[in-house]
């Protein structure tokens, strides 16, 4: 096996390791993949101000996120068919997750239930991402189910109540489990570790929602299922409803501007997510990166500001942290390293970030990452969230 020093290698790994349809699936955005693209490479405008002759020991990359301790700031963000990556995906993500000191986020979406979830890390808390579907019933006996295993936030996904346009998923007719299509078979011969991985487990479809919905015993078609199920009619209303039914932490995913951060603010939830949800929903809106200065300013302290969309570093994560977050979130980073090499290539992915967001602290002059500020950014190369001329 190749030395493994980035995520990209990762990358390159889990390429050669997952079945094309799960591997696109994570790896790709809607429509010409425009927002997804620019996730990541409006990153790699922002420079750094590298600073010399400052003392360097002592550092700490621990901080809170919503109150709870976290050994960085960053959070395991809720990926759909995580499962499908690695057999027990979910499971093994939150293992590693709960051994690093990060909070793990279980998506509705899932593979490994609620419930497979809570037992496999006996019972250590994690948080859960809520969709909203028509059957307002399901949704509360989720929340119940949450409630149970002792999840400690709920994560409230506001920006998928229809689904992007997903070429790659779409040509690829993405289902889980995979339809045994001659092409489907062709691309499994090929990825041998990933079928007796998938041979070892029962966990091969939606555990949060097949035998949970009246009716529901197979999914087929994800996008089908979708469109059939996911509420357009979700508002800010549902959100006040959801956050009485849950009475915990409740974080709000999907906010792009900042009229809606206000409302997010006055909905009563403890944070929100800066997500344009990895470029997977509207192709053409802004990068993560872009948007988050902007929001941050408008809400100031009055609720947490977290991010997602394109942290492919520990550079990544300082540079968020710097503009205004207050912690971010990995989806396809864990992805990369689950599908590599399973819990131990999570494992990989949280270390190397780790090791980069305190290495790039330190050169910049920085020991606490709760000290981060435009300070480490060089000036003119960082977005500012003020209209130009201001």
Same mark, same amino acid.
């Given at each position: 096996?190749?030395?493994?020093?980035?995520?990209?290698?990762?990358?390159?790994?889990?390429?050669? /390791?997952?079945?094309?349809?799960? *591997?696109?699936?994570?790896?790709?955005?809607?429509?010409?993949?425009?927002?997804?693209?620019? +996730?990541?490479?409006?990153?790699?405008?922002?420079?750094?101000?590298?600073?010399?002759?400052? +003392?360097?020991?002592?550092?700490?990359?621990?901080?809170? $996120?919503?109150?709870?301790?976290? #050994?960085?700031?960053?959070? &395991?963000?809720?990926?759909?068919?995580?499962?499908?990556?690695?057999?027990?995906?979910?499971?093994?993500?939150?293992?590693?997750?709960?051994?690093?000191? =990060?909070?793990?986020?279980?998506?509705?979406?899932?593979?490994?239930?609620?419930?497979?979830?809570?037992?496999?890390?006996?019972?250590?808390?994690?948080?859960?991402?809520?969709?909203?579907?028509?059957? /307002?019933?399901? &949704?509360? /006996?989720?929340?119940?189910?949450?409630?149970?295993?002792?999840?400690?936030?709920?994560?409230?996904?506001?920006?998928?109540?229809?689904?992007?346009?997903?070429?790659?998923?779409?040509? +690829?007719?993405?289902?889980?489990?995979?339809?045994?299509? &001659?092409?489907? $078979?062709?691309?499994? $011969?090929?990825?041998?570790?990933?079928?007796?991985?998938?041979?070892?487990?029962?966990?091969?479809?939606?555990?949060?929602? %097949?035998?949970?919905?009246?009716?529901?015993?197979?999914?087929?078609?994800?996008?089908?299922?979708?469109?059939?199920?996911?509420?357009?009619?979700?508002?800010?209303?549902? %959100?006040?409803?959801?956050?009485?039914?849950?009475?915990?932490?409740?974080?709000?995913?999907? =906010?792009?501007?900042?009229?809606?951060?206000?409302?997010? %603010?006055?909905?009563?939830?403890?944070?929100? =997510?800066?997500?344009?949800?990895?470029?997977?929903?509207?192709?053409?809106?802004?990068?993560? =990166?872009?948007?988050?200065?902007?929001?941050?300013?408008?809400?100031?302290?009055?609720?947490?500001?977290?991010?997602?969309?394109?942290?492919?570093?520990?550079?990544?994560?300082?540079?968020?942290? #710097?503009?205004?977050?207050?912690?971010? *979130?990995?989806?396809?980073?864990?992805? *990369?390293?689950?599908?590599?090499?399973?819990?131990?290539? %999570?494992?990989?992915?949280?270390?190397?970030?780790?090791?980069?967001?305190?290495?790039?602290?330190?050169?910049?002059? /920085?020991?606490?990452?709760? #000290?981060?500020?435009?300070?480490?950014?060089?000036?003119?190369? *960082?977005?500012?969230?003020?209209?130009?001329?201001?």
């Amino acid at each position: 096996m190749p030395k493994i020093t980035n995520i990209e290698d990762l990358r390159v790994l889990a390429q050669r /390791r997952v079945p094309r349809m799960f *591997y696109d699936y994570a790896d790709s955005g809607s429509w010409t993949e425009s927002t997804y693209r620019a +996730n990541e490479d409006d990153f790699n405008r922002i420079l750094f101000r590298q600073r010399v002759a400052v +003392n360097m020991e002592g550092r700490s990359t621990r901080t809170t $996120m919503i109150g709870q301790p976290v #050994a960085m700031p960053v959070a &395991i963000a809720p990926t759909g068919l995580t499962g499908m990556q690695h057999a027990d995906g979910e499971i093994l993500a939150a293992r590693a997750a709960k051994k690093f000191g =990060i909070p793990f986020t279980l998506s509705t979406m899932s593979i490994c239930s609620i419930e497979d979830v809570a037992q496999g890390t006996d019972n250590h808390p994690f948080w859960f991402q809520l969709y909203v579907m028509r059957d /307002r019933a399901f &949704i509360e /006996r989720l929340i119940d189910r949450a409630k149970a295993a002792n999840c400690s936030a709920l994560v409230l996904t506001l920006d998928l109540q229809i689904l992007g346009q997903r070429h790659k998923d779409i040509k +690829n007719g993405l289902s889980a489990p995979p339809k045994l299509t &001659i092409p489907n $078979m062709l691309n499994l $011969m090929t990825k041998p570790r990933w079928c007796m991985a998938m041979l070892g487990t029962q966990r091969r479809q939606f555990g949060n929602i %097949v035998g949970h919905v009246k009716g529901v015993e197979n999914m087929g078609s994800l996008s089908e299922w979708t469109a059939k199920q996911f509420d357009p009619r979700l508002s800010w209303d549902d %959100v006040a409803w959801i956050k009485k039914r849950w009475g915990g932490k409740l974080i709000l995913k999907g =906010i792009q501007d900042a009229e809606d951060a206000q409302h997010a %603010v006055d909905s009563g939830a403890d944070a929100l =997510i800066v997500s344009n949800h990895g470029g997977r929903q509207l192709d053409g809106a802004p990068s993560s =990166i872009s948007a988050l200065p902007e929001i941050a300013q408008a809400v100031g302290s009055r609720i947490e500001v977290h991010m997602d969309g394109g942290i492919r570093s520990g550079q990544h994560v300082l540079k968020a942290v #710097a503009l205004g977050a207050r912690g971010v *979130y990995i989806g396809r980073a864990m992805l *990369y390293g689950l599908g590599a090499m399973g819990q131990e290539g %999570v494992e990989k992915a949280l270390e190397i970030i780790r090791n980069e967001l305190d290495l790039s602290m330190a050169f910049c002059g /920085r020991t606490d990452i709760n #000290a981060v500020d435009t300070g480490i950014l060089l000036p003119g190369s *960082y977005p500012t969230g003020k209209p130009a001329g201001l």
